[in-house]
């Protein structure tokens, strides 16, 4: 009797220890997947790729960097709260996938967001795309400015890169 009493007694301390285990609120910051390929341009247009993914930014620096190469940025908790608090401002069901305009010889950007398990693809030119979207593109390409990266000896695919191939382009010369 006593040996059954002290099992019912365990079960109900495990059961409650388990049933609090589930209901302790855990404030988790989760980073939506984002990814961007830049374009080249006349000028010296910085052309590169980026992926958002698991707490770290991924850079591809291909042209007009202070770098080549591929790179990693381990996000810190601030990076993490600026991007969450950037993405919450975009109106993510208005966002259209394309903003651009008639203006010649512009850099172009071709990018994806993820959030709330919704997968928005938006090409567009800086000045066309809405100011809460771009401010978020701004800060992320923002941070393969800073001295923290770690070069990378791995290839990684960036599915905006495609379409957005890199060719040479001669100026054209001034007419006489």
Same mark, same amino acid.
């Given at each position: 009797?006593?040996?059954?009493?002290?099992?019912?007694?365990?079960?109900?301390?495990?059961?409650?220890?388990?049933?609090?285990?589930?209901?302790?609120?855990?404030?988790?910051?989760?980073?939506?997947?984002?990814?961007?390929?830049?374009?080249?341009? !006349?000028?010296?247009?910085?052309?590169?790729?980026?992926?958002?993914?698991?707490?770290?930014?991924?850079?591809?620096?291909?042209?007009?960097?202070?770098?080549?190469?591929?790179?990693?940025?381990?996000?810190?908790?601030?990076?993490?709260?600026?991007?969450?608090?950037?993405?919450?401002?975009?109106?993510?069901?208005?966002?259209?996938?394309?903003?651009?305009?008639?203006?010649?010889?512009?850099?172009?950007?071709?990018?994806?967001? !993820?959030?709330?398990?919704?997968?928005?693809?938006?090409?567009?030119?800086?000045?066309?795309?809405?100011?809460?979207?771009?401010?978020?593109?701004?800060?992320?390409?923002?941070?393969?400015?800073? !001295?923290?990266?770690?070069?990378?000896?791995?290839?990684?695919?960036?599915?905006?890169?495609?379409?957005?191939?890199?060719?040479?382009?001669?100026?054209?010369?001034?007419?006489?």
């Amino acid at each position: 009797m006593i040996v059954l009493n002290q099992l019912k007694n365990f079960i109900v301390i495990f059961g409650i220890f388990v049933i609090s285990l589930y209901s302790c609120k855990r404030e988790k910051t989760v980073i939506p997947i984002l990814e961007l390929s830049s374009s080249a341009c !006349h000028g010296d247009c910085p052309i590169f790729d980026l992926k958002l993914y698991e707490n770290k930014v991924y850079f591809n620096l291909i042209e007009n960097n202070s770098r080549k190469g591929i790179y990693e940025y381990n996000l810190s908790d601030l990076d993490k709260k600026s991007i969450n608090k950037l993405v919450s401002k975009i109106d993510y069901n208005n966002l259209k996938n394309e903003y651009t305009s008639a203006i010649q010889d512009i850099q172009v950007y071709n990018s994806v967001l !993820h959030k709330n398990q919704n997968r928005k693809e938006v090409y567009f030119y800086p000045m066309n795309a809405p100011d809460d979207y771009y401010k978020l593109i701004e800060y992320v390409i923002n941070l393969k400015d800073i !001295h923290f990266l770690s070069k990378m000896d791995t290839i990684i695919t960036f599915n905006t890169r495609k379409g957005m191939e890199i060719d040479e382009i001669e100026i054209p010369l001034i007419p006489k």
